[in-house]
């Protein structure tokens, strides 16, 4: 069955090094999202793409890249991670000309 | 851009009871407004969704409600069970594209 999946589930880090969340999903869905969820602010965007080689920057980007090389994986790096970046991340996909979004299990990072 | 607020922030109902949530927006360019359930450890989950040409939908024991002049929109569920007891976020498309911008969530707990 077509699925979106994320890895890995859970991470603990140390501040300053680098980490790279993978997700994967095999809908051949065009557009791809990173969200992070932390409490009292619900789901906030971090990175979109809406296709090979397009990457775009959401709400909360600083401290955060993409790159989308192909169609099924979003990969997430945070350059230097910073105890502000704890906090689970969800990625999403949806169709070209749909809106809605379905999403992967999650990521829970923890950054000390 | 697109603010979308949720109200009430918790809301506890008997069992057997209705319950609703309440969103606002505030993008007149939104045509998408896709409703989240979200249990505890798990993923954000679509559970009904309404486009801005149709001003109610129902599925079972949830509907959704849509007011484009007032830019609200509102859960419904009726005769709730402990099951349906989660977070739920609404949220609203951009700009009329791919993207949402999510509330910042309701926790609806039923009690037995």
């Known amino acids: 069955d077509a699925e979106i999946t994320q890895s890995p589930r859970h991470k603990i880090t140390e501040t300053g090094r680098q980490v790279t969340l993978a997700c994967h999903q095999t809908?051949?869905?065009?557009?791809m999202f990173w969200y992070r969820q932390d409490l009292g602010h619900g789901l906030r965007l971090i990175h979109y793409?809406?296709?090979?080689?397009?990457?775009n920057k959401g709400e909360v980007s600083d401290g955060y890249s993409v790159s989308r090389s192909n169609t099924e994986d979003l990969p997430l790096t945070l350059e230097s991670a910073a105890s502000s970046q704890t906090s689970v991340y969800f990625c999403?996909?949806?169709?070209?000309?749909?809106?809605?979004?379905?999403f992967g299990p999650g990521t829970r990072l923890t950054v000390l | 851009g697109e603010n979308v607020e949720q109200h009430p922030s918790t809301l506890s109902v008997q069992e057997g009871d209705s319950a609703v949530i309440k969103c606002t927006y505030s993008?007149?360019?939104?045509?998408?407004f896709p409703w989240y359930k979200q249990e505890l450890g798990k993923r954000p989950q679509l559970i009904i969704d309404?486009?801005?040409?149709?001003g109610e939908k129902k599925d079972q024991r949830i509907a959704v409600t849509l007011n484009k002049t007032a830019k609200h929109f509102s859960l419904h569920i009726t005769e709730t069970q402990p099951e349906d007891s989660a977070v739920y976020f609404c949220?609203?498309?951009?700009?009329?594209?791919?993207?949402?911008?999510f509330g910042k969530g309701n926790q609806v707990v039923v009690i037995p």
């Open positions: 999403a996909s949806s169709e070209y000309r749909g809106n809605e979004q379905f």
């Open positions: 809908w051949n869905h065009n557009n």
């Open positions: 793409s809406y296709g090979v080689q397009d990457t």
């Open positions: 993008d007149s360019a939104s045509n998408y």
């Open positions: 309404i486009r801005s040409n149709v």
């Open positions: 949220a609203a498309s951009i700009n009329g594209n791919n993207r949402l911008a």
